[in-house]
């Protein structure tokens, strides 16, 4: 939004070289850049609301349900992420979910969506350390 305002105030210098010099010629295109900008201003103010009425403070236009999320070396991109757990004996997928959240405290949800699928209660969880959380281990290791 300051990037837009500092191109408005930009043209608006603009028109008043323009009547200073008597210049018609181009008022029309800078008129015209104006009306553009101050649409794309009003767009913005209008996301801007949602940004800040949504529980996390962000929004994707081009996801709904992504958010930004740490990625590979600490970079912060817009994803999903997918949750799933795999027999590894017939390496079939057995459960999945996609969550907008961190791996972290999915571990004993997973392992519980698992059982249920392959109907068995004493199954070994592997996971890598993304799942850490010392009460979601505790869990998951009571859940019966």
Known sequence: MARIEKHIDKYLNRLDVC?????????????????????RMTELKELKGKVEAHPDKQIST???DSILMKTAANERKVCYNLQSAVDCKH????????TNTTDRNQLCRMGTQAQVALK???????A?????????IVDAQTQV
């Open 19 to 39: 009547d200073a010099n008597e210049k018609d010629t181009e008022v029309s295109s800078i008129k015209e850049k104006l009306a553009q900008l101050k649409i």
């Open 62 to 64: 081009t996801g709904p």
């Open 91 to 98: 390496h079939l997928l057995v459960a999945h979910d996609v």
């Open 120 to 126: 068995n209660n004493e199954l070994t969880v592997l």
């Open 128 to 136: 890598n350390k993304g799942y850490f959380s010392s009460q979601d």
